[in-house]
């Protein structure tokens, strides 16, 4: 029998054959929305608390705070709970509204403020007490070691190491910076490519952030190649999963796949590996499949 714990993680590799452009190009999603959380942070949650305890940072009596745009909190509600520790999450009042009820069901406390960039200075801030204690994805390393002993040993494993190229959404960059790091040490030739929306586009969980809020985690040398991918062309990759693949998923797993689509056209042979970030569930009160 396993507990929830021993549930992150371990997730399949689906073949996309209808969306492929290239029949000379495997094309594989990794399903995180089949964590127990529904999304791939259910990983970098579980490893950030789990290793701070391990380390007595956390100590009794500590509220722990961390400012998320959905998928990290509804994660860190979800663990918290299991470590029996209370939480305030600080999140954008542009989130769905299935993710406030989400974390208020798992028992955490949700605070609401105007963007993401208000809520990490929140967080920060509330972080310096005694009291509490901020998990800080944005510049911890064991949300990128998360996705190092995990998520890439997965993928070599499943692709018996013949992944040539991996394609992440670029948010707090945690999954991207990890996944390089192991496959670079397997295969120096995998090729990284991070997706970021264009300068006018709005995607959640995909993020082209300030200079100033740049995740402290984010080593560019790490990324061979940075595709933009706009609202209108995640959106649609989005609902062409569902309609085409029987994939239901988020508006960021539809950006990755929207530029692995056009890495896949660029390519004579390969087989290409794209982060299926969380579940669609939580976008239903959202237009993305209006």
């Not at 989400?102 to 929140?122: K, P």
């Not at 496959?183 to 006018?200: F, H, M, S, Y």
């Amino acid at each position: 029998m396993k507990s929830l714990i021993d549930c992150v993680g371990d997730t399949p590799l689906m073949e996309i054959a209808r969306l492929n452009p290239n029949p000379r190009v495997k094309l594989y999603a990794k399903l995180e929305g089949n964590n127990p959380g529904g999304s791939v942070k259910d990983r970098a949650a579980l490893n950030m608390i789990r290793s701070a305890m391990e380390r007595g940072d956390i100590q009794p009596g500590m509220k722990l705070i961390e400012a998320t745009s959905g998928n990290t909190g509804i994660a860190l509600a979800m663990i918290a709970r299991i470590f029996d520790l209370d939480i305030e999450l600080v999140m954008p009042a542009s989130s769905t509204r299935e993710r406030t009820l989400t974390m208020e069901a798992l028992g955490a406390t949700v605070t609401l403020l105007d963007s993401i960039e208000t809520c990490r200075d929140y967080a920060e801030e509330k972080g310096k007490r005694d009291d509490y204690f901020i998990l800080n994805q944005f510049a911890n390393p064991d949300n990128y070691l998360a996705h190092y002993k995990t998520t890439g040993p997965e993928i070599w494993r499943d692709t018996q190491g013949q992944i040539t190229h991996f394609v992440s959404a670029m948010g707090t960059t945690g999954s991207i910076m990890g996944n390089s790091m192991f496959l670079k040490e397997r295969n120096p030739a995998v090729q990284i490519v991070g997706c970021q929306p264009t300068d006018e586009s709005s995607i959640p969980g995909i993020r082209r952030w300030p200079p100033e809020y740049l995740p402290k985690i984010y080593d560019p040398s790490r990324v061979d190649r940075i595709m933009d991918v706009s609202h209108e062309d995640a959106t649609e990759m989005t609902r062409q999963l569902a309609r085409k693949e029987g994939l239901f998923v988020g508006m960021s797993t539809g950006g990755a796949l929207a530029c692995a689509v056009r890495l896949a056209m660029e390519m004579d042979k390969g087989l290409i590996v794209f982060i299926a970030c969380d579940r669609g569930d939580r976008y239903l009160s959202s237009d993305l499949f209006g």
